[in-house]
């Protein structure tokens, strides 16, 4: 009875929510291409396939600046807020050689992610 009570006062929505986002990620990222590469943001958490796409967890609140190495190519970027649910388009980024560039999340509050897809090499 409890469980009913629950769900129904809305207690499951924030996990409901976050399963529903992780899935539109999912769906769209290669995740079978992707392995796990902490070493590569100064955040710790990135699945990537280097030079192809890159996911990358900024968990504070609100989310500070961070770096992220990077393979040469222009890249499409796109932000999340998981508290928020927010999506902000970000300008191309285009990387001219192999290294380590900085990034600022564009929320107020929260923590954020950023997907970086390859658009051209």
Request: hydrophobic content about 40%; some cysteine.
């Amino acid at each position: 009875m409890e469980l009913v009570l629950q769900a129904v006062s809305g207690t499951f929505e924030p996990a409901r929510y976050a399963m529903g986002d992780t899935g539109r990620f999912a769906e769209r990222v290669h995740l079978g291409a992707m392995a796990p590469r902490g070493d590569l943001s100064s955040t710790g958490y990135v699945l990537t396939n280097p030079g192809q796409e890159y996911l990358v967890l900024q968990p504070s609140a609100p989310a500070e600046p961070f770096t992220l190495t990077v393979a040469a190519g222009t890249y499409s970027a796109e932000w999340f807020n998981p508290e928020s649910r927010e999506t902000a388009e970000a300008d191309t980024v285009t990387v001219a050689s192999d290294g380590s560039i900085p990034f600022t999340p564009p929320f107020a509050t929260g923590p954020a992610v950023l997907y970086l897809k390859c658009v051209g090499g």
